[in-house]
């Protein structure tokens, strides 16, 4: 079974948290074929911010945060066993490297961001697509998707499960900006709708071994799935 997660940037805000993160995809490798894409976190929306007031676009922005991205992935493959080396900078490369791996297989691939315009949770969803994953994990620091934002709004309903197709009508609603807060950008759900590729959102904070339950089918999150 192929399973990308998309690693949020809170788990990058302490060593301990991200060993821990570690430790369950070491786990996780004996029994799946596993790509982790890492967001930006605290420290790239700060560095996209500073760039802001500095006066520059918002695709030059964008590329401030992948750089921040591409460090979180070097930190992760730092505290991993089973990863390879570097992290990927292209989809590609990834199936290589997946097709060629004669040491066994079982090695991490783990990447950052790609290009400007949209989330590393596209990333994973256009990597996903690309390696005819079974399963997209999104773990982030809200326990699912909202009709709106949840740190904003205290009425914001959770949903459960949605349609892919439902998941493209309540992202569309977001503004997508370098550094965004938001729990799927629309280009990520455009993806998910069109690869059909089972996705599920949790919360990743309090116990990291819930991203072993979702992927065994046990969540508190929502769930995409025509």
């Given at each position: 079974?192929?399973?990308?997660?998309?690693?949020?940037?809170?788990?990058?805000?302490?060593?301990?948290?991200?060993?821990?993160?570690?430790?369950?995809?070491?786990?996780?490798?004996?029994?799946?074929?596993?790509?982790?894409?890492?967001?930006?976190?605290?420290?790239a929306r700060e560095y996209i911010e500073l760039a802001r007031e500095l006066g520059a676009n918002e695709?030059?922005?964008?590329?401030?945060?992948?750089?921040?991205?591409?460090?979180?992935?070097?930190?992760?493959?730092?505290?991993?066993?089973?990863?390879?080396?570097e992290p990927f900078l292209d989809y590609k490369d990834v199936a290589v490297a997946k097709a060629s791996?004669?040491?066994?297989?079982?090695?991490?691939?783990?990447?950052?961001?790609?290009?400007?315009?949209?989330?590393?949770?596209?990333?994973?969803?256009?990597?996903?697509e690309?390696?005819?994953a079974d399963l997209i994990l999104i773990v982030t620091s809200v326990?699912?998707?909202?009709?709106?934002?949840?740190?904003k709004d205290a009425s914001a309903k959770k949903y459960n499960k949605l349609s892919p197709k439902e998941l493209v009508a309540v992202t569309m609603k977001e503004e997508l900006k370098a550094g965004s807060r938001i729990v799927i950008d629309p280009v990520a759900a455009k993806i998910i709708e069109r690869s059909g590729i089972k996705t599920i959102v949790i919360d990743g904070r309090s116990d990291p071994r819930?991203?072993?339950?979702?992927?065994?089918?046990?969540?508190?999150?929502?769930?995409?799935?025509?």
């Open positions: 079974m192929k399973v990308v997660i998309s690693l949020g940037g809170i788990f990058f805000a302490d060593a301990e948290k991200l060993k821990n993160a570690a430790v369950v995809f070491d786990e996780l490798a004996h029994s799946y074929d596993l790509c982790v894409v890492t967001g930006g976190g605290v420290k695709a030059l922005c964008d590329y401030m945060g992948i750089a921040l991205t591409r460090i979180n992935a070097k930190l992760l493959i730092a505290a991993l066993e089973r990863a390879y080396p791996d004669r040491e066994g297989g079982g090695r991490i691939a783990v990447m950052g961001g790609v290009s400007p315009g949209y989330t590393t949770d596209a990333v994973a969803a256009i990597l996903a690309y390696l005819n326990d699912g998707v909202y009709d709106a934002d949840p740190h819930a991203i072993i339950d979702a992927i065994h089918g046990t969540h508190h999150g929502t769930e995409i799935a025509k």
